[in-house]
């Protein structure tokens, strides 16, 4: 189909194809480096452009966070390009659990959720679990699944039982009917499930897999939602395709018609994620849901690789027979390089190898150094290095010589996050900080924990040995003192775990971590960014175990918990350090990446490793029985093929990546009594078919190494979050928003934020059309239901005299109100506008109609607080002011609408006027605009320097400490 005369693009001919065809089903078939993203940004700018269709008609699915962002960031700037007013935030753009998190929220009456519900990452899921862990025991034949509770760790068996329970929710499959199996442990894991669900209701949570598991049950039990978001999503996009699983698929299918505007995009030969319930049937039968047709555009032109690379790799999947009894699992494509380049004469695939580890170690060590003198190697970060995991013996020592070598090595998902010597100083410090744990930790005279032996010798010696310097002499003198009162604890304390951590940062040892240069490039930032996740960590276990101080009845059983559990499952399990998405690539590092981790992305070097890797069964029986008995589709690939489809899929995806230089690396070894061979022989075809890189074939000076993608990803910055605390204080700005440093010292909003809630469920309904259901018994069971919920969630309550106050403030607005909610046109709107160099965004509490004009609205903010003095209190209006004058340029530049006036409501004003009211002014307005860009520009610099610090802000601080140590140093 042909793109429309006016719409000047780039595209090549089946880009074009692919932008340009946007009635009824469309399947992309995107090789690797064919511009699929370019193709996708340029599909959605022609649907805005010709075909005028709103943000809210548009629903674009993508795999990861990082992949949305840099969708986001590129239809902005080519939508700016073209002067097109849009509002990226009403679009539905993301992945499919933020999308279907958007769903749930704001449909959340029709499901089990309650407000201020909670959200599990995989850690405080499987921890969950390991809290409960005897529930789960007391299930008959539940070692079925889990293993022998005698011999496995209650981590490992927490471990295994969240797979289980999270791959029933991928499949979409009901508990109920497993619990009626003949099977023991399938009946087994049908109890687990269903008392797990049970579990997290009255905990009011949801963890990432039941994110999606409602989504389809809100979907699926409620038809005029589901006949609202037919109508709502004109053209829905999903990207990655084959990855997606089968709750997805499902709604997928629920929210489109059966002949709709669907395009998909992806590559089967891409397909990596069936551990995570990802089927590669989704898009190799794509077209066989549509009884009408379904157009198909495949993408076959690479930009990104030399000819050479794509010819070695089209040759590895063409290499292996992928049909199984008459059925074919491959999409038949060849990869063609581009015709309108000339690369060099060289070859650029080889091989990097030696016979022990030291000599690899310096095999490889010779081939960067000679990238660097011969071949236009101009920064570490073109070089990258894929392994299926960068937590093995091979990776993690290859990385040490590197480092060693002088090559920085950014991998942040190396399992190294308790080897950092930040990390084990800081952990060695809060061991000392209380002398009992020594006798506390070993509860059993044969229990001997592995983690023990690194606290001693890698934590709490060197931490000694530190403190023994003149320099650390005020940190010994304070910590000796503080660890003797913990010891003998008398009487409450006013601090806990984390607090100390805070303490603690003050002196040298740990302030050299925290300078100008923790805000740096990834590599300057990372010792400053681990204590800061470490700061996470130690708020996560305080607010799991309830620790608010610590107190002479427990302090003996929190550190025990600390250091004996919940370190010690960290550490088993792995915690990743800091990871920029917009900066994928860091410069003056080389990156140490998984296979998995590396898709999407390209470098113009890329080393593979894990040569000696071979196909292995990634399913057990169980799986094979719920696969036949229980999951909604049949088997689709042949299960004895599917490791080894696997398998050709994944390097297919490590060797694509490369750009200029592809490079199969690894310590050669020939088969030998309890040795495997390296490489293997599923490797050893590609291995022996690459010259080594001493040959003469291969000439480094006729390299032409490009530099690294830059995305340049916008970051969204909102004036409450972002320009206050940066106004009030940069450098807790830094620590908090910069470094993701966990508040510990934060104020008490519970009271406000119960009114807010309260009100906005008085707005919602009205919104409905269902204002006639609103009395004031229904406002006081939702104030009610949204005190437990909140209450429940952030620990912290209210007496009674508080709770009716904020009722009644409630109660009040809805007795003013009442007679005429007609102008309420939309209630806790989130809004963003897109700007050259960032995204402004708020929240507001409510936009209503004018009366007077046409077009145009009035915005107002609710306040509880007691309404200030006008005079007196002249700093505070002029802040709400300017808030609101944030949300009027975003509303009038993203929607063409007028703002009449702003307004302030005070829900505490019980006789006069609840408003405070201030005209749109144009020229006020561009001032504060103005000072917004400067302060963004200040932080997009990281300039955080403060003339003079805040003594108010300071006494609550959690950095005070830091600062006053900071203060003195410079005095």
């Not at 659990?97 to 029709?110: A, D, T, V």
């Not at 008959?140 to 068996?157: C, H, K, V, Y």
């Not at 061991?431 to 709490?460: G, M, T």
């Not at 403030?809 to 109100?817: I, T």
């Amino acid at each position: 189909m042909d793109l429309a005369p006016s719409f000047q693009s780039t595209a090549n001919p089946q880009q074009q194809e692919a932008i340009g065809h946007t009635t009824g089903p469309l399947l992309i078939i995107a090789g690797p480096g064919s511009g699929k993203t370019f193709t996708l940004v340029e599909r959605v700018v022609f649907l805005i452009s010709h075909h005028q269709v709103p943000p809210e008609r548009l629903l674009i699915l993508t795999f990861t966070d990082k992949a949305a962002a840099e969708l986001r960031t590129r239809i902005s700037n080519r939508l700016a390009e073209l002067n097109i007013r849009f509002n990226l935030n009403e679009m539905y753009l993301g992945t499919f659990h933020s999308m279907c998190l958007r769903l749930l929220e704001e449909f959340r009456e029709f499901t089990r959720l309650r407000r201020n519900y909670s959200l599990m990452d995989e850690f405080d899921q499987q921890y969950f679990l390991y809290q409960r862990q005897k529930r789960f025991e007391a299930i008959e034949n539940i070692e079925l699944l889990t293993g022998d509770p005698g011999r496995t760790s209650s981590w490992a068996l927490s471990n295994k039982l969240l797979g289980w329970i999270n791959k029933i929710s991928e499949e979409a499959v009901d508990p109920n009917d497993l619990t009626k199996s003949s099977h023991p442990e399938i009946k087994a894991l049908g109890e687990a499930c269903n008392l797990y669900h049970d579990l997290i209701r009255e905990e009011n949570a949801l963890d990432f897999s039941t994110i999606q598991f409602e989504t389809l049950k809100l979907l699926r039990e409620h038809e005029t939602i589901r006949y609202e978001l037919k109508d709502r999503f004109e053209y829905v996009m999903v990207d990655e395709y084959q990855d997606t699983n089968t709750i997805q698929e499902m709604i997928l299918q629920e929210i489109t018609d059966k002949n709709p505007n669907l395009c998909v995009v992806g590559d089967d030969d891409q397909g990596l994620y069936r551990f995570r319930g990802a089927s590669i049937r989704n898009i190799l039968q794509f077209r066989d849901q549509f009884s009408s047709g379904c157009a198909e555009v495949t993408l076959s032109t690479n930009y990104r690789s030399h000819p050479d690379i794509i010819q070695r790799y089209d040759t590895w999947m063409g290499g292996h027979f992928w049909d199984h009894q008459g059925a074919v699992f491959r999409l038949e494509k060849t990869i063609e390089p581009r015709r309108d380049k000339t690369f060099p004469e060289t070859a650029t695939a080889v091989r990097v190898s030696a016979h022990s580890p030291q000599a690899w170690h310096n095999e490889v060590l010779d081939f960067i150094n000679t990238l660097r003198e011969k071949g236009g190697l101009s920064d570490l970060n073109q070089i990258a290095f894929l392994f299926r995991s960068v937590k093995n013996d091979k990776a993690v020592s290859l990385a040490d010589f590197l480092e060693n070598s002088g090559i920085p090595v950014y991998s942040p998902r190396s399992n190294m996050f308790f080897d950092r010597e930040e990390i084990r100083l800081m952990i060695g410090a809060l061991i000392f900080l209380f002398p009992q744990y020594a006798s506390l930790r070993k509860w059993h005279p044969e229990i001997d924990l592995s983690i023990w032996d690194y606290y001693d010798n890698q934590c709490v010696r060197p931490f000694l040995e530190a403190i023994k310097s003149p320099e650390n002499q005020e940190l010994k003198d304070w910590i000796v003192q503080l660890a003797r009162k913990n010891q003998k604890l008398a009487q409450n304390t006013d601090y806990a775990f984390a607090d100390l951590l805070y303490q603690l940062i003050q002196f040298p040892l740990f302030s050299r971590y925290l300078g100008d240069g923790a805000t740096g490039d990834v590599r300057e930032s990372r010792a400053g960014r681990n204590l800061a996740i470490l700061s996470k960590l130690l708020s996560k276990f305080q607010y799991l175990h309830n620790v608010v101080v610590l107190q002479p009845k427990d302090v003996d059983d929190k550190v025990t918990q600390l250091f004996n559990q919940f370190f010690r499952f960290l550490k088993d399990g792995g915690i990743n350090e800091y990871e920029d998405v917009s900066e994928y690539a860091p410069s003056g590092c080389v990156s140490f990446l998984t296979i998995h981790q590396s898709k999407g992305l390209e470098f113009p070097v890329v080393f593979v490793g894990s040569m000696e890797a071979v196909p292995y069964k990634q399913h057990s029986d169980i799986d094979e029985i719920l696969e036949s008995e229980y999951y909604h589709r049949p088997p689709f690939e042949p299960i004895e093929k599917t490791k080894y489809y696997d398998f050709w899929r994944l390097y297919y995806t490590a060797f694509s990546r490369a750009q200029n230089l592809l490079v199969l690396t690894a310590e050669t070894k020939a088969p030998g009594r309890g040795q495997r061979r390296v490489p293997s022989t599923y490797l050893e075809g590609m291995w022996n078919a690459l010259p080594d890189w001493k040959e003469p074939v291969f000439k480094p000076e006729l390299l032409e190494l490009e530099p690294v993608k830059t995305v340049n990803l916008k970051r969204e910055y909102s004036f409450t979050s972002d320009i206050i605390l940066f106004e009030n204080c940069a450098e807790q700005y830094r620590f908090f928003r910069q470094l993701e440093f966990a508040p510990i010292r934060t104020s008490p909003i519970l009271f406000g934020t119960l009114v807010h809630q309260t009100i906005e469920d008085i707005h919602k309904t009205v919104l409905r059309g269902e204002e006639n259901i609103i009395d004031e018994d229904r406002i006081r069971t939702w104030f009610e239901i949204n005190y437990a919920a909140l209450s429940k969630k952030e620990r912290v309550y209210l007496s009674e005299y508080p709770r009716i106050a904020a009722l009644e403030q409630v109660l009040r607005y809805y007795r003013r109100e009442s007679h005429d909610w007609s102008r309420l046109k939309e209630a806790e709107v989130d809004v963003s506008l897109v700007k050259d160099e960032y995204i402004l965004a708020g929240t507001i509490d409510l936009i209503r109609d004018e009366n007077a004009a046409p077009n145009t609205v009035e915005i107002v903010d609710f306040k509880s607080e007691k309404k200030p003095d006008l005079f007196d209190e002249r700093e505070k209006i002029d802040r709400y002011k300017r808030q609101l004058e944030v949300y009027s340029h975003i509303v009038q530049e993203r929607t063409g609408l007028n703002v009449s006036r702003m307004h302030l409501y005070y829900t505490s004003e019980e006789s006069g006027s609840p408003y405070i009211t201030f005209p749109n002014d144009e020229a006020s307005i561009g001032k504060t605009i103005e000072s917004f860009d400067g302060v963004v520009s200040r932080i997009e610099n990281r300039d955080f320097a403060i003339a003079e610090r805040p003594k108010k802000l300071c006494r609550n601080c959690d950095v005070r400490f830091y600062c006053d140590a900071k203060e003195k140093k410079g005095q």
